[in-house]
């Protein structure tokens, strides 16, 4: 985008103080023996990671989880100090640089944890490593059936400390747990096998937001909550506040009479004289096309129905039934807003056939963040 001061009125507004009280409540729950690694991966869940890092560091936050070595050295190129977790492994071409800047990397592959090893000796340092285990959930991991021989190599790497083993679970916010038991179940055999060949790791972690809310059990010394720490927790959890808001502006404002049509395809008929406000969103900014017929936004607080096919910039909303006559520039919020009538992000993800994550990391570079700041941490 160019470098001009916002002139557009849609903002994602992102409330520090609030991701700051919701990193507390969740400190609070596992309680001070147990860390709590922020994930910051796909830009914080959309809020910015530098941002939410800096605010997190200034509450005693002092690890945090990146997807990509990239996101990793973007919060060291700001300063950010603390334990940066590489959750999705180094990749091919990422180990020198997740050495030079001091990045933990997940390990799980054979090739990584070589050029690893390399790197770190040619750094002339040892580096501690997360290895990770797949216990059933079928992405990144260790297999079980290797996990013996994988040890056996990995013993082979004198660079590399095993600092840490974790796992990764499929679906700790379900109702039924009987899976999330079992993988469990499956971390602690794996973690007594290498225990039995002589590794000591010094941190295990398991827990993302489902399990932190859920299990109790799974906490162990360090737990990753990514979806909690924003508001949009998948259980519920009452202490924990929303920290993303989005807001726009009433662009234009139309009277139409009963049996005209509204945007691209003609969908949708006024069956009433209809007051119509444009709205300066659309795809293009994360507000999804699937939410044409579907999606509500909040005007002087009241829901009103997006109506007509979502466009790239534009979309309309049905503002007749508001009291006070809805004018250009009056606020509307597409994310947001107060009591039974909030649209949150599951409600927005409900609409669109998708899940709160896919919402928050979907508005676009082109819709301006602006980090309200904490008062004082
Ligand atoms: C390895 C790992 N840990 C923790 C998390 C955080 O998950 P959640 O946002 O569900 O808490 C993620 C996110 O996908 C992840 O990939």
């Known amino acids: 985008m160019p470098a001009v001061r916002q002139l557009r009125p849609t903002t994602a ?7 700051q009280a919701n990193f507390r409540a969740l400190q609070a729950r596992v309680g001070p023996k ?3 690694l922020a994930p910051v991966k796909g830009d914080a869940y959309g809020h910015g990671a530098v941002q939410v890092a800096q605010a997190l560091e200034a509450v005693g936050g002092d690890a945090f989880g990146v997807a990509l070595v990239e996101e990793g050295a973007q919060l060291r190129d700001a300063g950010v ?9 180094v990749g091919r071409h990422g180990a020198e640089e997740a050495v ?6 997940v390990v799980y592959d054979e090739g990584d944890a070589e050029r690893l090893d390399a790197a770190a ?3 002339g340092r040892r580096l501690p490593v997360h290895v990770k285990i797949d216990t059933g959930m079928g992405r990144l991991g260790v297999p079980l059936a290797q996990w013996e021989r994988f040890l056996d190599r990995l013993a082979h790497f004198q660079a590399l400390d095993l600092d840490a083993m974790m796992t990764h679970f499929a679906e700790s916010e379900v109702d039924d747990d009987t899976y999330t038991r079992e993988q469990l179940r499956r971390f602690r055999q794996a973690v007594a096998g290498a225990r039995a060949r002589g590794f000591v790791p010094r941190m295990l972690h398991v827990a993302n937001s489902g399990a932190l809310l859920r299990h109790r059990e799974s906490w162990l010394d360090m737990v990753r909550p990514g979806i909690a720490l924003y508001g949009e927790p998948p259980v519920p959890a009452p202490e924990l506040r929303p920290v993303m808001r989005v807001t726009t502006d009433v662009l234009f404002v139309k009277d139409l009479p009963r049996g005209a049509s509204v945007s691209y395809g003609r969908r949708w008929v006024t069956t009433r004289p209809s007051r119509i406000a444009t709205l300066p969103v659309g795809y293009a900014d994360g507000y999804p096309r699937a939410l044409t017929g579907k999606a509500e936004v909040l005007v002087q607080g009241r829901r009103c129905p997006v109506v007509g096919t979502v466009c790239m910039d534009l979309c309309m909303a049905d503002v007749t039934d508001v009291p006070a006559p809805v004018e250009s520039g009056d606020e509307v919020v597409l994310l947001g807003g107060e009591g039974p009538d909030r649209i949150g992000a599951d409600v927005l993800a409900g609409w669109a056939g998708t899940i709160a994550y896919e919402v928050l990391c979907g508005f676009s570079e082109r819709i301006p963040r602006r980090h309200v700041p904490a008062a004082s941490a």
Not at 13 to 19: Q, S, W
Not at 81 to 88: A, F
Not at 100 to 105: E, I
């Open 81 to 89: 100090r603390g334990l940066v977790l590489c959750l999705g492994g």
């Open 13 to 19: 507004h992102v409330d520090l103080a609030a991701l």
């Open 100 to 105: 030079a800047r001091g990045l933990v990397p």
């Open 34 to 36: 147990v860390r709590v």
């Open 121 to 123: 000796r040619a750094a």
